[in-house]
């Protein structure tokens, strides 16, 4: 089942055609209280189309029931939760207007050499109106603005905390060897954002541009990326050269310390790696901190701020008052 987090900034939220199980509720209800506001069943079973019809799918019929259940008050959490922000959002008078949401589409079209059309196209593909996903984008900055204002001003990242990383991730210890690789890929197929080859060729050349025009990589990775890997910002770790795959080995051999691969078609997927650092015995070959001190500094900003962020969303619970029915 596919991780539902109120981070996460993504397309694939819901779809139109709501899963057999969830068309069986007939009668809408009060599923849940948050303070003032009410969240309904229609709105879980709105939120969730895809996450049930993915179930059903890959689910034993003898556990499903259980299975959807458990789904359900999973995304019932995610609403809970966004709902809590929402409300914070207008405690503090932060708005979002209709112009800022299409002045940032426009920016995003723009960044990814796409029209409108090819917009909605996607969003078709999906199962997702122009209405549906405009909201969505809303929240997402209302979001974005409330953290800036209750959580990235305590992030503080020491130059301590800078030297420890590079240390840890871009040197290795006397006597190793091997390649120290990010990765970013782009699947194809029914269960992915690209349904195509040619999709997924598209989305790896989006990305590619977005490097070159100097984006973090591992900031690329953690939001485009359809690899387990964006989990860790694209780190897959340290290979040694008879561990590399065939289709990575020579783009990896061809790389300089702290150069990023072009294309690489797989049988499945597209890719793009970068070698972050080469250890040859008790030799290292890596590239000087002040190249990548601003790369450490952006993770470790994401991963401080991803924390705490998590703690004052759990305090904000701790002091609302939550009624679920579900």
Same mark, same amino acid.
């Given at each position: ?202 989305? $790896? ?39 590399? $795959?065939?289709?990575?080995?020579? $783009? ?75």
């Amino acid at each position: 089942m596919r991780k539902i987090t109120i981070t996460a900034i993504t397309l694939f939220f819901f779809s139109i055609t709501l899963a057999p199980i969830a068309r069986a509720e007939v009668a809408d209800r009060i599923v849940a209280i948050v303070n003032d506001d009410i969240i309904t069943l229609s709105e879980v079973n709105e939120e969730g189309a895809p996450y049930f019809q993915e179930l059903i799918k890959r689910a034993p019929s003898e556990q499903l029931p259980a299975e959807m259940q458990k789904l359900r008050q999973e995304i019932l959490s995610h609403l809970i939760d966004q709902r809590l922000i929402e409300q914070q959002a207008a405690k503090f008078e932060i708005k979002v207007s209709d112009e800022e949401i299409n002045q940032t589409i426009d920016s995003m079209l723009a960044e990814n050499h796409a029209t409108k059309e090819d917009m909605k196209r996607d969003l078709a593909s999906k199962g997702l109106s122009e209405a549906q996903y405009k909201k969505q984008l809303k929240n997402q900055i209302l979001q974005s603005r409330l953290i800036g204002r209750e959580v990235r001003s305590k992030v503080v990242i020491t130059d301590e905390k800078i030297n420890e990383y590079y240390k840890e991730h871009y040197t290795a210890k006397a006597g190793a060897s091997g390649y120290h690789l990010l990765q970013i890929g782009f699947l194809w197929g029914d269960k992915y954002k690209q349904k195509s080859a040619a999709e997924a060729r598209q989305a $790896a050349e989006n990305a590619r541009k977005q490097l070159a025009a100097g984006e973090n990589f591992a900031a690329v990775a953690s939001a485009l990326s359809d690899l387990p890997s964006k989990e860790d910002g694209g780190d897959i770790g340290v290979f040694e050269k008879q561990e590399l $795959a065939a289709h990575m080995k020579d $783009a990896v051999l061809s790389l300089k310390p702290g150069e990023t691969s072009d294309i690489i078609e797989t049988p499945d997927s597209y890719q793009i790696i970068k070698l972050v650092s080469i250890q040859d015995g008790s030799e290292l070959s890596g590239p000087p901190m002040i190249e990548v001190k601003k790369e450490i500094e952006t993770k470790l900003y994401q991963e401080e701020g991803e924390k705490l962020f998590k703690k004052w969303l759990s305090d904000l619970r701790g002091q609302a008052f939550i009624k679920q029915n579900l």
